[in-house]
């Protein structure tokens, strides 16, 4: 049923460098939210967007932001990296108008040395 | 502040016992719950939302207003229910209604032969 995608798998960089994230979201969904979960932990909500636009924020720096595309693709973007930066990134696409209906990628697993 | 709990990390019982995972919750405002669980090596996906009243693999949740609580529970467990569930609220969202998702920190069921 869920047709989201994420790349890659598995990142490893080192502290103040940048790094892209990617996900692909299926026909339909015209939300995709990013989701930040440290091990051990539940997932943390970093950002949605809706329309191309951001559409509500969670606790974080500016330093992480996105991009939503048409195509129903999107990015997440960190700069400079931290340590603590290091956790399994979860994008999940949605319908709006529809709450709560968001459907989960499989992650990109972050480590910054 | 909008915040999910789940106070046990592990929850292990024996085939065919009663299962209840416990999730409480602190949201000012009429919340919307949600279980997700997480199959070993799969992504996370929608278990059931409190709205829908549903029973889904023989699990339901009652939402609970006046103990702020959303229990997960299930008659009798089997081992294929072994996996991690949260439990998210829905904090409400921009113009999507979509609303980014709180979670909880998860609780790992492990069911024994």
């Known amino acids: 049923e869920t047709g989201v995608t994420q790349s890659p798998t598995h990142l490893i960089k080192t502290r103040g460098q940048q790094v892209t994230l990617r996900c692909s979201s299926q026909s339909g969904h015209n939300t995709v939210s990013w989701y930040q979960q440290a091990l051990g932990q539940g997932p943390q909500f970093i950002f949605q967007y809706y329309r191309e636009e951001e559409n509500g924020r969670g606790n974080f720096p500016p330093r992480f932001s996105g991009l939503q595309f048409p195509n129903y693709s999107s990015e997440l973007n960190v700069n400079a990296l931290e340590l603590d930066d290091s956790a399994l990134y979860l994008c999940a696409g949605g319908l709006a108008g529809v709450r709560e209906t968001q459907y989960f990628g499989p992650g990109t697993r972050l480590l910054v040395l | 502040a909008q915040r999910v709990t789940q106070p046990e990390k592990l929850l292990s019982v024996f085939k065919g016992a009663p299962v209840e995972l416990k999730c409480n919750y602190s949201y000012s405002g009429s919340p919307e719950l949600f279980w997700y669980v997480q199959y070993s090596r799969q992504r996370l996906q929608l278990l059931l939302r409190?709205?829908s009243r549903e029973s889904i693999k023989g699990f339901t949740a009652d939402l609970n207003k006046g103990e702020t609580s959303f229990h997960l529970k299930k008659p009798f467990a089997q081992e294929e229910d072994s996996a991690m569930y949260y439990c998210?609220?829905?904090?409400?969202?921009?113009?999507?209604?979509?609303?980014?998702?709180?979670f909880g920190q998860g609780t790992t069921l492990q069911v024994k032969p």
């Open positions: 998210a609220l829905s904090g409400g969202g921009g113009s999507s209604n979509t609303g980014k998702l709180i």
């Open positions: 409190h709205i």
